[in-house]
């Protein structure tokens, strides 16, 4: 990999902890440990979540003018970033950012004659149906496909969402970046009953978790109405909600008697997870279910929507189950079951754990590696 030059752009590579960045991070450490020379270009904050890996070079960017102050915009790349890169000299770029400054990164690309590979992480033509704004999804799916299009490769974290990318025109030949799992921190062996009784969890009662940020678009209605439902049927078991965001406060109003730990990472993120027993991932916006395979890591079937991302991780019934999203009354049975049978929730939790040793981030990586050598080794010819 030593005949890599990778101009790696980034929407964000260090400003909050969610599974892109963790996937991003781990792409570059595989890379520069190979021999590859990798430089990073992305906004960054004053406060960032973690130290990045490889050099980053910050792009001048502001936070998003409205509600989610933790992501920032950059228009497009400025000519100093373009100076930079140009003085790196990349063999190929990788893009992982299809709006504002990717698609700068892009005509960069193309004016340098280099490879541009376009990595697909969440699927943004989704978010506006969450937020009353379904007017302009129409026209984010013609941005996102004039800017794949554009690309000499695209990749997608899964099988379903690349089939999905190809449906909606973005490519013809969508490859795979898949992501991957430690199972030396997530693991069954995580779990703390004394941690669980602090939280006030009793033996024998059955914990319903979700993991993620508190936004919209993760499925927080569903969850919320599907635990409703539950409730009035008078069904024991206890919630746990670990995670924070901006649609806290109303998250927390839906579910009462909750337990909310916030922000976990980690190996208090595994014990948190695992000291649940059934995890509820109601999203249909996920393009990788990273919180459903830490959950399945952990031990835990995942009663999960039907969609992008979960579809390739979650056998139904199997090692969880999969349920048409937006489906409430579907949750609802899927939980019931695991609620009624403990044994049913035993072996699908074993199941659960042995699928996800499957999911490694030496092979992710290395998957993407290739790619990255055809497109060079394409360039060439």
Known sequence: MSALRIAFVSGNYNCLRDGANRAQNMLVRFLLDHGAAVRVYSPTSQNP???PVGDLVSIPSRPLPFGRKEYRLAWRL??????????????????????????????????????????????FETYPRYYGLGLFERPLLAILRRFYRGCDHVVAPCESAARTMEQQGMGTDVGIWTRGVDTELFAPTRRDEVWRHAQGFRNGTPVIAFLGRLVLEKGLADFSAAIARLRAEGADFRVLVIGDGPARADFERDLRDAVFVGFQHGADLARAIAGADILLNPSSTEAFGNVSLEAMACGLPVVAADATGNSNLVIDGLTGALVSPGDVEGYVDALRRYLAQPSLRKAHAFNAHARSKVFSWERASAGIARVYLEALGSARR
């Open 49 to 51: 979540a973690f130290t």
């Open 78 to 123: 400025p000519r100093t970033v373009r100076q930079d890169i140009a003085a790196f000299s990349p063999n190929l770029f990788h893009i992982s950012l299809p709006l504002l400054h990717g698609r700068s990164a892009l005509k960069l690309a193309r004016r340098m004659g280099v490879p541009a590979i376009g990595a697909m992480h969440t699927r």
